[in-house]
């Protein structure tokens, strides 16, 4: 190695931790520097919105939702007459409950108005009860039926946007072909239209039985079908009750479709796994949200557009039932001014902006008033089913446990549905493990 | 010195601190934030009898092993293969970086492709060569899911463990091999006996790195099965994430990830004991390696 | 081994080393609906450019995420290298107390999950106000880019001649003098690797970025991971963006590969 003369530098160890703290105050410094920029002079009120990212539903503004440009036009408008400046966080769905945790667990204040999809019950102690303030003519626009799952302790806190319930679709084609000219009224049906559509590859139910949990999830299923035999989740001291006649049959209504149901369906995660399966004419029959029509009618993307139907749910023993998506906004408590969050969301369920929802985005409105408009029937040719729909039960049976009830419940299906036990063993076991999850709770 | 350790304090230590505390917790979420009220033992009692938790640590017990015994028998081969003259070319070095390089995120991404029980590749290809009579679902079975994560996992981590083998393998001095050869020594004893003691420092480098890496799998399941089928996927780091994001029981799972720290410890406790430079000049002083007797013996 | 026996290992070797990524990509220039076909649509005639162009421009806007983790990389890439050089010449030079017991309780720290720490640390920002900005993410890394740096440069300063720095004690440079003068012009080599581990690793970093952005911040990874919504898993254009993100982080680790292999054998090898 050369020999290296040393030069006496300048830098000693001070300095270059002088310098280190400069730079670090430096960088927080710059690090605040949107947060000041907004605070000095900036006459309009911030509102901060959570939501989650297009296609699942949005309002508009956010980044890639496809509202028109008189949408968006009215949007900018309301923000300038209101001296607001709404700024969207938007991340993919699957993210909003872990952020939403973090940010309520920060007991900070984040957001004015936060998107829901099941989790009010599990928050409600951070939400604002804002319902009784909305207008009594937009109230009378709305399904009552639509807050059960918004309402917790006698308090009502969040609205829903959209009305979106489980719907059967079905593959016109492939009913024509076997000669069957309407989708199946009841369970009987149910069991033998499917056999009769399950050859040559092709088969005649498919359904995302992969995730457990959430609503979406075998769990959420099993609980539609539950309704329709005529059972309930809960009992008035809310305990579990569904270890029942009613969701054994439930069950194995389930287990008997099994030997016509996509073998893929154990494990598609997400409905968009199932519905690509129907898309591509590979299964009959499925279980949808009212939104998936659209991409189940792209001619981009589906290869049996044209030829879906959308039909009530077979019925079981007790009618017709179905489950709420319960897509909803709410207010946080700590929000710093909770009545122009307000005027926001009720601009979201101005009826001109309903109707944009539901004609450029495809999520149906759920003012009554616009999903009786014949141009909204007209684009979304199951907007009529899923009002028809609605007129029956259509509970979620949300908790604030409803995660870890859901994802004991669904894991237990699933092995139901697996054949590694049977229907009634299931809902023994899984009555046990809610039992214990709820009276932990307690 | 003083700085590093300032921010790995403040970063880690601190929320490392508030875990342990929020495993001995209950912890609410109300109005305002966090409420904790201390509960003692209570939540690592629960632990034990809990059956996921159970569930959870077989398979992660399971996971580890596997992976590394795999990882290291696979990588110590590439090593070995780029080790010979036809494998010296520069450009195979490369092509081991650049799975080392994607995003866990990319990679589960692309295995979640993959393994698509409709579209997947996998599939494709068994058919056509005729290894399977229809498609499989990959992901649908708990023990088939818990082993294609494996796979997933195993070919990101080989080329990280190829290049520590590889660099391992080169630095051992030729002229042992020279004198293994003037002695007799077969291929098979000149690598029982000079290569495999030349590489035992990186080899349980190796080992306790990927056993370490191995425990905290986390992306693969979260994009591919989500903890599923029926929890056969679910290993502790996920267990821990799922209790404290999704069913909001902070205190429990802190107390998993507490259970899942320990077992780290313990292995980052053998992992400085093999790269301790004193223990290792104390070895090397005491090997008779260069001795020609030992290697025919 | 004959040498057809080696050849036919890495021919395998590359094979499967490269084949899932080489599927990747060609998944990447075909159109989602071409390949949600059974069997998939795989005619050269498919290949088009339009998922790439989708992630650039509409959707996901890639370009602002390529940009906020180059930002988030160097940042804590620097910081590592800043703060990891000193500490790790003074574990392997200065005779600091304690110095294994140090390293183990570093590298022990570093084993945690990250899960875990994820709320009292989300609680600990919110309340300094730094949600949501590089500095913190950047810090949160430090977690776990920081011990490796330390390891990879702790071993290669042990292993340069203590005449060098004797030789400048002698010129009467102080320790830290001649940590800069000599030590780090020297090492530039395992700093290159060490920087380059820190910055790939900031990059992929998944779960906290989550977690510690809102708004203002949004990372590739995360990027990726939005292509896989409720509603629609977009196969094609999720590959695009996995691609475009792993160019950046492979043309750095084949770029810099002589560096990295070289700190492999160094710090890894040498102890």
Redesign the interface.
Known sequence: ?T???????Q???RT?LQR?ALTATG??AA??L??WHRALGQDATTLNVLV??A??PTPPGV??ATYSQATNDAFAAWQTTNAAKV???A?????LH??M??NF????Y?HDVVYMSGWVPEFSQFLTPFVDQLPADLMADLPAASFSTLTWDGKRLGVVFSLSLLTTFWNKAMFEAEGIAAPPKDWVELRGMAEQMTKDGKYGWVLNYGAPEGI?GVASYWMSFLQQAGGTMYGADGMPAFNSPEGVDALQLMIDLMPFTDPGSISYV????A??VFA?G?AAMMLN?P??WV?ANDP??S?ISGQVGAALNPAGPAGTASIDGTDAYTIPLDSPDPELALKLIEFYLDPAVQKSQSMDTGWLPIRLSVLNDPEVQQKSANAATVLEQAQHPYDSFVTPDYNEVTQALGTEIQKALAGEQDAALTLRKASDLVTEIVKRRA | ?A???L??LG??????A??LI?SFSDVRFAAG??QRDLIGTANYERLLADPTFALALRNSLYFTLVEVVAVTLLGL??AL?LN????RKAI???????????????NA???K??Y?A??G?LN?IGLQLGLIDQKVVWLGDPWMALNMILIADA?KAI?FIS??LL??L??IPSHLYRAARVDGAS?WGRFRHVTLPGLR??LL?AIVLQS?WAL?V??LIY?LTKGGPRDGSVV??FL??RV?FNFLD?GY??A??NV??VL??V???G??R?????R?RRRRAALPAADPAEVTA | ?G?WT??F??AV??V???G??A??VV?SLMP??A??????DLALSNLTLSNYVEVLT??G?LVDALIDSAIVATLTASMSL???S??A???ARLR?PGA?R???A????????G??????????Y??L??VD????LA??Y??FT?PVV?WILKGFF?AI?P??ER??AV????A???F???ILPISLPALFAAGIFAF?EA??E??FA??LT???IKT???A??????????L?GQ??AA?VL??IP??V???VF?RF??QG??EG??K?
């Open positions: 190695m020999d290296r003369r040393i030069v006496m530098p830098w000693t160890r270059f280190s960088l927080a690090a605040n949107p947060a989650p990212a296609p699942d980044p890639d700024v969207y966080e991340p993919p769905w699957p993210q872990d952020k945790a973090a667990a920060s007991g900070t984040t979406g997400g409905i968009n796994d519905t690509n591509a590979n949200w939104f998936m991409p981009a993307t290869a | 010195m700085p590093a350790l921010v790995l970063v880690l230590a601190y929320p490392i508030d875990a929020l934030g966090i081969a590439v293969l010979t003259p036809s494998g195979f070095p490369v092509i081991l970086l650049i799975p080392w390089a994607l995003a866990p995120v990319a991404v692309l295995w492709w993959i698509n409709n579209h590749i494709a070919w080329p290049l520590l660099a391992g080169q630095n291929a420092v990186p480098v370490i905290k986390f992306d994009v502790l780091n821990a994430w404290t902070v799972g802190a998993i990830a899942l720290f780290m410890f292995l980052a406790i992992y400085v093999v790269l301790d430079p004193e290792q | 081994m040498r080696t050849r290992g890495l070797f590359v499967l080393a490269l899932p990524i599927w990747g998944t989602t609906k390949l949600t076909r059974s069997p998939p509409t959707r806007n800043a703060l990891g000193a500490a010449y003074a574990l600091v294994n140090i390293l183990l570093v590298l022990a720290i570093q084993m945690f999950p899960i875990v720490i994820a709320i009292p640390l989300f609680l600990v919110s309340q106000r730094i900005t590089y500095p913190a810090i949160t430090l977690s920081l330390i042990e001649p005449q060098l030789a400048a010129d009467g440079a102080s830290f003098q001649t800069r003068m000599v790939i990059w992929n998944f779960f989550i977690i809102r708004v203002q590739v990874p995360m990726i991971a939005e292509f896989s919504g409720q509603y629609q898993t196969y999720m590959l996995a993100a792993s982080v492979v750095l680790a084949i590969r990295i292999l492999f054998v890894a090898v102890g």
